[in-house]
């Protein structure tokens, strides 16, 4: 099935190709992944922190997509009607992301990155012979770069996951890992070498703003590892949505904590903490 901006999102395309967010979810718990893809279930998690996300990116894709994005989830992002408001007003998270927007585009080191890429732009390869797709918010093929724009709570807070190499958001939202697969995926889509930014901007007020890249001996040993990892991890994974193989429950998530049953008992000193 080729892959096009209607169907990049779909499960029917999920099934074929591996994505960073999919790959993502067999990670935190391979039990809700294939449920999710099954469509067997849908997590009833709040959406407004995605939409926040997609508002933010739609402005800087083009004008059209903004208006398109608007017009599409008006619902969620506009109060109820009332007597002196009839339209209703824009929620207060979105008044958020409109000083977001602001925020970047105040800034000319922004402007002068993100602005002349290409949006959007879907990249397919295969990685140890399993098809991934990819999509890029801005592509600047003939400089050699590409970046990625990230909404964020706070781009300076500490994060406790034990198994990421430095516990800032980055890390903790395994990014490192977007960015090595989309490195590789656009080297096999255009066959050029492009270096991974990330423009970050927080929910906070006002917005702190920030740029980064990837060129540290940590952050390219980071990368380094993650293609090991997708490399090691993905065949179960496959093997899991082919029903090959049983998924792992976590045990602890949304969809494991409503399909829980009791086994047995567990010593008081071994609860997992
Ligand atoms: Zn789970």
Redesign the pocket.
Known sequence: MKLTADNYYSHETDWQYMSVSLFKDFE??E??ALAKLKEDWQPVSSPVPLLVGNYVHSYFESAKSHQDFIEANKKELMTRPTKTNPNGHLRAEFKGANSMIQTLQADDMFNYFYAPGDKEVIVTGTIDGQLWKGKIDSLVLDKGYFCDLKTVDDIHKRHFNTDVAVPNFIYDREYDLQMAIYQELIKQTFGVECNPYIFAVSKQTPPDHDAFKFEGMTDRYAMHDDMRKVKELQPHFWKVMTGEEKPV?????????ETKMLTGFVNASEIEV
């Open positions: 935190k718990c039990a809700r429950a976590c045990g602890k998530c949304e969809y494991c904590r």
